[in-house]
């Protein structure tokens, strides 16, 4: 009885996926330890942050794919709603509107889109999988521009350019023509090219996104103001060499260099205290989740399944290789957490969920083959 | 499922797999590149990064640009910086902090003010900060502490600029203050992005002419990369950008003719707000009584914070700028100017003032029982008849009356540039339903708008925007708006900003109507209720007295003596002179000090006196003894 409860709790969960989270989890508790100069209250936090995560994750996966698939459409459209909400009555900070008033909280309807909008691509191919032709690549292109559009006029550049990403990759698996992507390829290029050459970048950009530009390509240029985060990262990784100079003993971090140094930075801590060793275990832990969710996305029986996990499994890549690009100083600063390592409990909900609904598409393979 | 399908699905998931390894190989060619930075970070280049670490600690030293000097018009220093020695701890390397400071009072003395000031200032900052126990230390106590800092941790002798003000309390509400950043100040900053430009700098401008010019006066913060040993001690400095220091401002204020206006109030409170009409430039802008900003340089010791805030007499409260008062009589001219302008009134137009006005049942009394007799426009002004204008008043109505006065500023800022300006009460039927509740408060009763007519009811206005007012009668309906700061120099290479007067509106009187008002304003000296302070003047002036009612007195007749000093009638007088060709507008507001034309219009008379002529006063004007009435 009880071990029949147990089999039927623990079939949904993906054992690989979880191993790997918790390897992850552990050093991250291990360097915030480190980062909040032993602050066990934030450890704790973390802990809580993981209970509610594996909660939300374990939901997901035991949820069948094909609710999944009938929630796509009204997530997006719910979620297209609360941006355009967020753009007629969103309450500012510091000059954006990002935040819905709702009463008891503000939430921050970017943060849904980073879900409905690879569930509504997927389900959109997956609905005209037999009769796939270039229009539908042109709606789906569409259906990403909307919500993409209006979270950059927030503004947030760095959410909406992520959320575009993960809008992308679906299109990628789905087969968007690799001349086209040859063809964006460039055009990024030619965009990177302008927006490096500062007097046209203005005419694009906000001026302060011109400015992490321009500080990401010679920090010294502000050494006290936005170049202060990439000199003193690429200081604190630098120093640390090949084996780190060891847990707790950091002196970038100690003596209160790091800024943001228990959420988006906290891998100049990593860095320093555990060395490259360090970085490229954690780069393998990174990447043998990445390898499983790849391997979840060729096993899955539908259509539907394959694109959103191959998109998941992409866009949780590309958060940590933004993270490590931007703190290791060569990608411009973005706010962007390192996934399951930075202090914050929306990401790591968000990225749990995320692989809740990967063991959902991995588990409907179990199914369809018994 | 026939075979095509079946060929079809292979083919599907054939090209999937293809674009999966693609993904793949996209993954680790992205994570290769990483890897490959970390490599070149920490083996390739480690050497020079743990170099930079151990430097670190104060490889980056921002160097806190001097801030601008504050002169008034004629070169008179207001506000400056001097070098000084400062005692500092940082608590978070300091051990325990009250034994440390006994231990620090055994070779420094440190009195319990500097205490109270720095356990304020431990709770205004975070701990790791370095917060002055003692400022402006002599040599001696400078050597007497470095031959005795080894016993110190976190204690260090820093040379630091101070913000001084050589005139203290003179014009110390206009100048402001600086203090120190607090946690709204960060956050300000933080949002417009001027934070990193903050760096080093303990100190903001807080109000006056501090506050509202701090982006000029603070200046751009410099830095050096300084090699230090282990100890801390710096070895070398590698690279050094210098700061630019913050602009210099020159005020259109005449610190002379502030002081004078200040000692005129002698222990009155009040305000006075003198302003050259042909440009809007502020000559003088007095609130009494004032305080000492110098107090708040070092972070203010909370003794005197609590006395200058308990003080019954407000000394922190801006007067000029902030406090709002019925204009009383000083109001008239306006309504007089409105009325021919809105064709309700003739200048020649004669009524018969018997000393009541009945309306509604209930009578408004002139202060001449008995009233004036026949009063014309004219008259009205210079004898200052109230019966005239509550007819006035309930032949224009409230709606042609606040359109007008609108016109003027009443009730709007006037624009000045210093921050906090009020806006007073400019009473209309709109307002007032948006002020009050419920539907009985909100409506707008004739009888209220008969006193409006003379200045009383809702009306409220800050001496600024009377003064400012009574500058566009004087310059006949050209109007600027009010500024303090007349240039800002560029410290380094003197090159002078000129802070254009912002003309604000030509009001398009008649000029037959402006010279009507502008001839009986000059009656009022002349020959009316400000003859007597002005008598005997080397110029002709064009003024207005005023008595405000603090509260009404039901019935009983109005005595100075029998009432308590703080329900006291407010004294106002508005003037401008020369009178055909005006130079200054002022507007004085004595707070309780009674009746305008012996309380206010001495101060004015002094003020006038010193910028026409140069002449000092003899006493304070509020010592001169008078007995004129309004």
Redesign the interface.
Same mark, same amino acid.
């Given at each position: 009885m009880i071990k029949d409860f147990l089999r039927r709790f623990v079939r949904p969960i993906d054992p690989w996926l979880l191993l790997f989270t918790f390897l992850v989890f552990l050093l991250s508790c291990i360097v915030l330890y480190s980062a909040s100069n032993q602050d066990m209250d934030k450890i704790s936090d973390k802990f809580t942050f993981l209970g509610v995560a594996l909660c939300v994750m374990w939901a997901l996966a035991s949820m069948p794919l094909q609710v999944l698939m009938r929630l796509a459409l009204p997530m997006y459209v719910f979620g297209v709603l609360l941006l355009i909400a967020v753009a007629l009555f969103g309450s500012s900070s510091h000059g954006a509107k990002r935040w819905l008033n709702i009463g008891v909280t503000k939430i921050q309807p970017s943060e849904l889109m980073k879900l409905a909008l690879p569930l509504m691509l997927a389900w959109y191919f997956h609905h005209f999988e037999a009769t796939l032709n270039w229009k539908h690549f042109i709606v789906a292109a569409v259906l990403m521009v909307v919500p993409v559009g209006l979270i950059m006029k927030q503004p947030d550049l760095g959410t909406s350019l992520l959320i575009a990403a993960a809008g992308f990759y679906v299109l990628f698996f789905a087969g968007l023509s690799w001349k086209l992507i040859g063809l964006m390829v460039m055009a990024g290029g030619g965009l990177a090219y302008v927006v490096t050459h500062w007097n046209l970048c203005i005419h694009i950009l906000r001026e302060y996104q011109c400015q992490r530009v321009a500080t990401m390509l010679d920090p010294m240029q502000d050494p006290l103001g936005a170049g202060y985060h990439i000199i003193q990262g690429t200081i604190a990784i630098g120093s640390g060499g090949l084996l780190g100079k060891g847990w707790l003993n950091g002196t970038q971090t100690h003596l209160d260099f790091i800024p943001e140094r228990t959420t988006d930075f906290i891998f100049a801590v990593f860095g320093e205290e555990f060395g490259l060793v360090g970085n490229i275990v954690l780069v393998l832990l990174y990447l043998m989740l990445i390898v499983r969710g790849l391997t979840i996305a060729n096993n899955a029986a539908t259509l539907f399944g394959r694109l959103l996990a191959g998109a998941l499994t992409l866009t949780f890549f590309t958060y940590a290789f933004v993270n490590m690009g931007m703190v290791s100083g060569i990608l411009p600063v973005v706010g962007v957490p390192l996934p399951l390592v930075s202090y914050g409990g929306t990401s790591m909900v968000s990225l749990m969920a995320a692989f809740g609904i990967l063991m959902s598409v991995g588990k409907d393979r179990k199914l369809m083959k018994a | 499922m026939n075979r095509s399908e079946i060929k079809n699905q292979l083919a599907?998931r054939y090209? @999937? %797999?293809l674009? +999966?390894a693609a993904?793949?190989l !996209?993954? *680790?060619v +992205? !994570?290769g590149? *990483?890897?490959a930075? @970390?490599?070149w +970070? %920490?083996?390739a280049?480690?050497g020079?990064? %743990?170099t +930079?670490?151990?430097q /670190?600690?104060i490889s *980056?030293v &921002?160097i806190v640009p001097p801030r601008g000097v504050i002169y008034d018009r004629n070169g008179v220093v207001l506000a400056h910086n001097f070098s000084a020695y400062t005692l500092e701890i940082t608590p978070s390397k300091a051990g325990p902090l009250e034994d440390c400071i006994n231990r620090l009072a055994t070779i420094i003395d440190i009195t319990p003010k500097d205490r109270r000031r720095f356990k304020k200032l431990m709770e205004d900052t975070k701990d !790791?900060e370095s917060l002055p126990i003692k400022t402006r230390l002599n040599d001696e106590e400078v050597a007497r502490f470095a031959a005795n800092s080894y016993q110190f941790p976190g204690v260090e002798v820093k040379a630091r600029l101070f913000r001084q003000y050589p005139l203290g309390k003179v014009a110390s509400h206009l100048i402001g203050y600086i203090g120190r950043i607090n946690d709204k100040d960060l956050k300000d900053l #933080? #949002?417009s992005?001027d *934070? &990193? /430009?903050y760096?080093g700098t303990d100190h903001i401008g807080k109000v006056g002419v501090e506050q509202s010019y701090e982006s000029d006066l603070h200046g751009v913060?410099g !830095?050096e990369e300084v090699e230090i040993d282990a100890g801390g001690r710096a070895i070398r400095t590698l690279k050094r950008t210098p700061p630019t220091p913050g602009k210099n401002l020159v005020l259109s204020v005449d610190i002379k003719l502030q002081q004078i206006a200040e000692d005129a109030f002698g222990d009155r409170k009040g305000a006075l707000v003198a302003i050259d009409p042909q440009n809007g430039g502020v000559l003088a802008f007095v609130s009494k009584p004032g305080f000492d900003p110098n107090l708040f340089v070092d972070g203010i010791d909370p003794q005197s914070w609590n006395d200058l805030n308990t003080d019954p007499d407000k000394p922190l409260n801006n007067r000029a700028l902030r406090g709002t008062y019925p204009p009383g009589s000083t109001f008239k001219p306006f309504m007089a100017l409105g009325a021919l302008e809105g064709n309700y009134r003739s200048a020649g137009a004669v009524i018969n003032d018997t000393g009541v006005f009945n309306f509604g049942g209930h009578a408004f009394r002139d202060d001449k029982v008995g009233g004036h007799g026949a009063v014309d426009m004219y008259k009205s002004i210079v004898v200052s008849c109230d019966v005239y204008y509550y007819s006035l008043a309930n032949t224009m109505g409230i709606d042609a009356i606040s359109r007008f006065m609108a016109t003027l500023d009443f009730g709007s800022p006037t624009g000045i540039d210093i921050d906090g300006e009020q806006s007073g009460v400019l009473p209309s039927q709109e307002w007032k339903r948006k002020r009050f509740r419920t539907p009985a408060t909100q409506k707008w009763y004739a009888g209220e708008t008969v006193s409006i007519g003379i200045g009383q009811g809702y009306n409220a206005y800050t001496p600024l925007q009377m003064a400012h007012a009574t500058a566009a009668i004087a310059n006949s309906g050209v109007m600027f708006h009010p500024h303090l700061v007349q240039y800002i120099v560029d410290g380094v290479n003197g090159n002078k900003t000129v802070v254009e007067p912002r003309p604000e509106r030509v009001l398009p009187w008649k000029p037959a109507n402006i010279a009507t008002v502008q001839h009986a304003m000059e009656g009022v000296i002349k020959e009316g209720t400000g003859a007597k302070a002005f008598a005997g003047a080397a110029y002709t002036a064009a003024g207005k007295t005023g008595t405000a009612q603090v509260f009404s007195l039901k019935g009983s007749k109005y005595s100075e003596s029998g009432t308590k000093a703080h329900l006291r009638d407010h004294a106002w007088f508005i003037a401008y002179a020369p009178a055909d060709h005006p130079k200054i507008a002022l507007a004085v507001l004595v707070e309780n000090g009674g009746w305008g034309a012996a309380a206010a219009a001495p101060i004015a008379r002094q003020v006038l006196d010193y910028y026409l002529t140069g002449k000092q006063p003899a006493q304070a004007a509020s010592d001169v003894e008078s007995s004129d009435s309004d």
């Amino acid at each position: 009885m009880i071990k029949d409860f147990l089999r039927r709790f623990v079939r949904p969960i993906d054992p690989w996926l979880l191993l790997f989270t918790f390897l992850v989890f552990l050093l991250s508790c291990i360097v915030l330890y480190s980062a909040s100069n032993q602050d066990m209250d934030k450890i704790s936090d973390k802990f809580t942050f993981l209970g509610v995560a594996l909660c939300v994750m374990w939901a997901l996966a035991s949820m069948p794919l094909q609710v999944l698939m009938r929630l796509a459409l009204p997530m997006y459209v719910f979620g297209v709603l609360l941006l355009i909400a967020v753009a007629l009555f969103g309450s500012s900070s510091h000059g954006a509107k990002r935040w819905l008033n709702i009463g008891v909280t503000k939430i921050q309807p970017s943060e849904l889109m980073k879900l409905a909008l690879p569930l509504m691509l997927a389900w959109y191919f997956h609905h005209f999988e037999a009769t796939l032709n270039w229009k539908h690549f042109i709606v789906a292109a569409v259906l990403m521009v909307v919500p993409v559009g209006l979270i950059m006029k927030q503004p947030d550049l760095g959410t909406s350019l992520l959320i575009a990403a993960a809008g992308f990759y679906v299109l990628f698996f789905a087969g968007l023509s690799w001349k086209l992507i040859g063809l964006m390829v460039m055009a990024g290029g030619g965009l990177a090219y302008v927006v490096t050459h500062w007097n046209l970048c203005i005419h694009i950009l906000r001026e302060y996104q011109c400015q992490r530009v321009a500080t990401m390509l010679d920090p010294m240029q502000d050494p006290l103001g936005a170049g202060y985060h990439i000199i003193q990262g690429t200081i604190a990784i630098g120093s640390g060499g090949l084996l780190g100079k060891g847990w707790l003993n950091g002196t970038q971090t100690h003596l209160d260099f790091i800024p943001e140094r228990t959420t988006d930075f906290i891998f100049a801590v990593f860095g320093e205290e555990f060395g490259l060793v360090g970085n490229i275990v954690l780069v393998l832990l990174y990447l043998m989740l990445i390898v499983r969710g790849l391997t979840i996305a060729n096993n899955a029986a539908t259509l539907f399944g394959r694109l959103l996990a191959g998109a998941l499994t992409l866009t949780f890549f590309t958060y940590a290789f933004v993270n490590m690009g931007m703190v290791s100083g060569i990608l411009p600063v973005v706010g962007v957490p390192l996934p399951l390592v930075s202090y914050g409990g929306t990401s790591m909900v968000s990225l749990m969920a995320a692989f809740g609904i990967l063991m959902s598409v991995g588990k409907d393979r179990k199914l369809m083959k018994a | 499922m026939n075979r095509s399908e079946i060929k079809n699905q292979l083919a599907e998931r054939y090209a @999937f %797999q293809l674009r +999966l390894a693609a993904a793949a190989l !996209f993954v *680790l060619v +992205l !994570f290769g590149i *990483l890897i490959a930075r @970390f490599s070149w +970070l %920490q083996v390739a280049q480690h050497g020079r990064y %743990q170099t +930079l670490a151990e430097q /670190n600690r104060i490889s *980056l030293v &921002p160097i806190v640009p001097p801030r601008g000097v504050i002169y008034d018009r004629n070169g008179v220093v207001l506000a400056h910086n001097f070098s000084a020695y400062t005692l500092e701890i940082t608590p978070s390397k300091a051990g325990p902090l009250e034994d440390c400071i006994n231990r620090l009072a055994t070779i420094i003395d440190i009195t319990p003010k500097d205490r109270r000031r720095f356990k304020k200032l431990m709770e205004d900052t975070k701990d !790791f900060e370095s917060l002055p126990i003692k400022t402006r230390l002599n040599d001696e106590e400078v050597a007497r502490f470095a031959a005795n800092s080894y016993q110190f941790p976190g204690v260090e002798v820093k040379a630091r600029l101070f913000r001084q003000y050589p005139l203290g309390k003179v014009a110390s509400h206009l100048i402001g203050y600086i203090g120190r950043i607090n946690d709204k100040d960060l956050k300000d900053l #933080d #949002d417009s992005g001027d *934070l &990193p /430009n903050y760096r080093g700098t303990d100190h903001i401008g807080k109000v006056g002419v501090e506050q509202s010019y701090e982006s000029d006066l603070h200046g751009v913060t410099g !830095f050096e990369e300084v090699e230090i040993d282990a100890g801390g001690r710096a070895i070398r400095t590698l690279k050094r950008t210098p700061p630019t220091p913050g602009k210099n401002l020159v005020l259109s204020v005449d610190i002379k003719l502030q002081q004078i206006a200040e000692d005129a109030f002698g222990d009155r409170k009040g305000a006075l707000v003198a302003i050259d009409p042909q440009n809007g430039g502020v000559l003088a802008f007095v609130s009494k009584p004032g305080f000492d900003p110098n107090l708040f340089v070092d972070g203010i010791d909370p003794q005197s914070w609590n006395d200058l805030n308990t003080d019954p007499d407000k000394p922190l409260n801006n007067r000029a700028l902030r406090g709002t008062y019925p204009p009383g009589s000083t109001f008239k001219p306006f309504m007089a100017l409105g009325a021919l302008e809105g064709n309700y009134r003739s200048a020649g137009a004669v009524i018969n003032d018997t000393g009541v006005f009945n309306f509604g049942g209930h009578a408004f009394r002139d202060d001449k029982v008995g009233g004036h007799g026949a009063v014309d426009m004219y008259k009205s002004i210079v004898v200052s008849c109230d019966v005239y204008y509550y007819s006035l008043a309930n032949t224009m109505g409230i709606d042609a009356i606040s359109r007008f006065m609108a016109t003027l500023d009443f009730g709007s800022p006037t624009g000045i540039d210093i921050d906090g300006e009020q806006s007073g009460v400019l009473p209309s039927q709109e307002w007032k339903r948006k002020r009050f509740r419920t539907p009985a408060t909100q409506k707008w009763y004739a009888g209220e708008t008969v006193s409006i007519g003379i200045g009383q009811g809702y009306n409220a206005y800050t001496p600024l925007q009377m003064a400012h007012a009574t500058a566009a009668i004087a310059n006949s309906g050209v109007m600027f708006h009010p500024h303090l700061v007349q240039y800002i120099v560029d410290g380094v290479n003197g090159n002078k900003t000129v802070v254009e007067p912002r003309p604000e509106r030509v009001l398009p009187w008649k000029p037959a109507n402006i010279a009507t008002v502008q001839h009986a304003m000059e009656g009022v000296i002349k020959e009316g209720t400000g003859a007597k302070a002005f008598a005997g003047a080397a110029y002709t002036a064009a003024g207005k007295t005023g008595t405000a009612q603090v509260f009404s007195l039901k019935g009983s007749k109005y005595s100075e003596s029998g009432t308590k000093a703080h329900l006291r009638d407010h004294a106002w007088f508005i003037a401008y002179a020369p009178a055909d060709h005006p130079k200054i507008a002022l507007a004085v507001l004595v707070e309780n000090g009674g009746w305008g034309a012996a309380a206010a219009a001495p101060i004015a008379r002094q003020v006038l006196d010193y910028y026409l002529t140069g002449k000092q006063p003899a006493q304070a004007a509020s010592d001169v003894e008078s007995s004129d009435s309004d």
